[in-house]
């Protein structure tokens, strides 16, 4: 039986719920980071920009999403952010909306010295936003002083075109930005492709360790051995992700395994990954070889009720996609610290083996913004008309555990 153990999985390197419209490690104010977590499912971000300016500290994730909250107070209540590139910018303070910031086309704004949570909420909104909107005409000098001709407004340059991926548009972008040559007289930027790995950034790398324990043994009925991961991810590139995750299981004579994943984000909807399965740590190195080739696909965002939305993925393994399950995720974020999980699997005739899901579900709590609490059940949940050898049994097929970001 898969658990919540395994702290990442093929693809999980980096996880988009949404469409993103920023970099998380292009620091907003000085000394901000970008924060990875490994995610097994689309219920949250994998990656966010973690900052504090004054009394006051914030998250940022690539769809223009904060929460900004005092320093050393977990109870007070957060200021929450949303932005729509090219729109505006809302700050919520519970449900009231405090303010409602537009894209005007201005560009970065200056830090200021000191803030309180609503100075630094208008000053990441304007940071989302800057060089989006629409943007002041310029005029150009008058020549001719005696028959002044109409002023013509300034053309703008293409330095910082916005992200191909809008969040209000949801276009599929099946090539990044630096591929989409240059149109017009004003666009002066050279076609260029992407680098695969930027030699002049050093690798950004964040930690977790997850503890947890099944809540059933198969066979025993009762919980099964504690089971111990560390997992640590390093962004080599703007594209490129390595991820490593070790870990370590109850009883005797019980060596831990390795297990690491490669993944090239190829657009800002699409990533490549190989992961490795479960390396025996015993001096044999079994399975060091034996991994899988994976394509996964950022879906639209499904509107839902209440202004709400559901983030989906899609998965196949490459290049046979019929070898494993085709896989739809799908996570909802249901309040600021509980968030929803699903994903589906579809098998071509004769693939699916007897411990294969139909489905898997997951819940997360945050309860700090280190601190997590998750359930996962990926057993072999099966749906009635496929009920197979050996189908799941419910919810003690599931496992707890409690995940805790480190930094460094």
């Given at each position: 039986?898969?658990?919540?153990?395994?702290?990442?999985?093929?693809?999980?390197?980096?996880?988009?719920?949404?469409?993103?419209?920023?970099?998380?490690?292009?620091?907003?104010?000085?000394?901000a980071?970008?924060?990875?977590?490994?995610?097994?499912n689309?219920?949250?971000?994998?990656?966010?920009?973690?900052?504090?300016?004054?009394?006051w500290?914030?998250?940022?994730?690539?769809?223009?999403?904060?929460?900004?909250?005092?320093?050393?107070?977990?109870?007070?209540?957060?200021?929450r952010?949303?932005?729509?590139?090219?729109?505006?910018?809302?700050?919520?303070?519970?449900?009231?909306?405090?303010?409602?910031?537009?894209?005007?086309?201005?560009?970065?704004?200056?830090?200021?010295?000191?803030?309180?949570?609503?100075?630094?909420?208008?000053h990441?909104?304007?940071?989302?936003?800057?060089?989006?909107?629409?943007?002041?005409?310029?005029?150009?000098?008058?020549?001719?002083?005696?028959?002044?001709?109409?002023?013509?407004?300034?053309?703008?340059?293409?330095?910082?075109?916005?992200?191909?991926?809008?969040?209000?548009?949801?276009?599929?972008?099946?090539?990044?930005?630096?591929?989409?040559?240059?149109?017009?007289?004003?666009?002066?930027?050279?076609?260029?492709?992407?680098?695969?790995?930027?030699?002049?950034?050093?690798?950004?790398?964040?930690?977790?360790?997850?503890?947890?324990?099944?809540l059933?043994?198969?066979?025993?009925?009762?919980?099964?051995?504690?089971?111990?991961?560390l997992?640590?991810?390093?962004?080599?590139?703007?594209?490129?992700?390595?991820?490593?995750?070790?870990?370590?299981?109850?009883?005797?004579?019980?060596?831990?395994?390795?297990?690491?994943?490669?993944?090239?984000?190829?657009?800002?909807?699409?990533?490549?990954?190989?992961?490795?399965?479960?390396?025996?740590?015993?001096?044999?190195?079994?399975?060091?070889?034996?991994?899988?080739?994976?394509?996964?696909?950022?879906?639209?965002?499904?509107?839902?009720?209440?202004?709400?939305?559901?983030?989906?993925?899609?998965?196949?393994?490459?290049?046979?996609?019929?070898?494993?399950?085709?896989?739809?995720?799908?996570?909802?974020?249901?309040?600021?610290?509980?968030?929803?999980?699903?994903?589906?699997?579809?098998?071509?005739?004769?693939?699916q083996r007897?411990?294969?899901?139909?489905?898997?579900?997951?819940?997360?709590?945050?309860?700090?913004?280190?601190?997590?609490?998750?359930?996962?059940?990926?057993?072999?949940?099966?749906?009635?008309?496929?009920?197979?050898?050996?189908?799941?049994?419910?919810?003690?097929?599931?496992?707890?555990?409690?995940?805790?970001?480190?930094?460094?």
């Amino acid at each position: 039986m898969a658990t919540l153990l395994a702290i990442w999985g093929p693809g999980a390197a980096l996880a988009w719920p949404g469409p993103q419209i920023l970099r998380t490690d292009d620091p907003a104010v000085p000394g901000a980071v970008e924060v990875l977590a490994d995610t097994p499912n689309a219920l949250t971000w994998s990656r966010a920009q973690a900052g504090r300016l004054g009394g006051w500290r914030y998250r940022l994730y690539p769809d223009g999403s904060a929460v900004v909250m005092p320093d050393g107070d977990a109870q007070a209540r957060p200021l929450r952010m949303d932005c729509i590139r090219g729109e505006a910018c809302r700050i919520w303070s519970g449900t009231r909306l405090v303010t409602r910031i537009p894209a005007t086309g201005s560009p970065r704004p200056t830090v200021p010295d000191t803030a309180d949570g609503e100075t630094l909420a208008r000053h990441l909104a304007l940071w989302v936003l800057a060089g989006s909107g629409s943007q002041p005409r310029a005029t150009v000098p008058v020549v001719d002083a005696i028959a002044p001709r109409p002023a013509a407004p300034a053309r703008r340059h293409r330095d910082h075109p916005a992200p191909p991926l809008a969040r209000d548009g949801y276009r599929l972008t099946m090539f990044p930005g630096a591929f989409m040559p240059c149109r017009g007289t004003a666009c002066t930027a050279p076609l260029r492709l992407p680098p695969v790995f930027d030699q002049a950034q050093r690798p950004r790398t964040t930690c977790a360790v997850t503890a947890g324990v099944a809540l059933s043994t198969q066979g025993e009925g009762g919980p099964g051995p504690a089971r111990v991961t560390l997992g640590c991810g390093a962004r080599l590139s703007d594209r490129v992700t390595l991820n490593l995750g070790v870990t370590g299981r109850g009883g005797a004579g019980r060596n831990p395994d390795l297990s690491y994943a490669l993944t090239w984000r190829a657009t800002d909807r699409l990533s490549l990954s190989y992961a490795s399965r479960p390396i025996r740590m015993d001096g044999s190195w079994s399975g060091l070889l034996d991994g899988r080739l994976r394509a996964e696909l950022t879906l639209p965002r499904i509107p839902l009720p209440a202004g709400r939305g559901a983030d989906c993925r899609m998965r196949v393994t490459l290049p046979d996609p019929t070898r494993d399950a085709l896989v739809l995720s799908c996570g909802l974020r249901l309040t600021e610290r509980l968030s929803l999980g699903v994903s589906a699997h579809a098998y071509a005739s004769g693939v699916q083996r007897p411990w294969d899901p139909d489905y898997t579900y997951s819940a997360t709590w945050k309860v700090t913004d280190r601190l997590r609490v998750g359930y996962g059940n990926y057993a072999a949940n099966r749906f009635p008309w496929n009920r197979g050898d050996g189908p799941g049994t419910g919810l003690r097929d599931g496992t707890l555990s409690l995940t805790y970001d480190l930094s460094f």
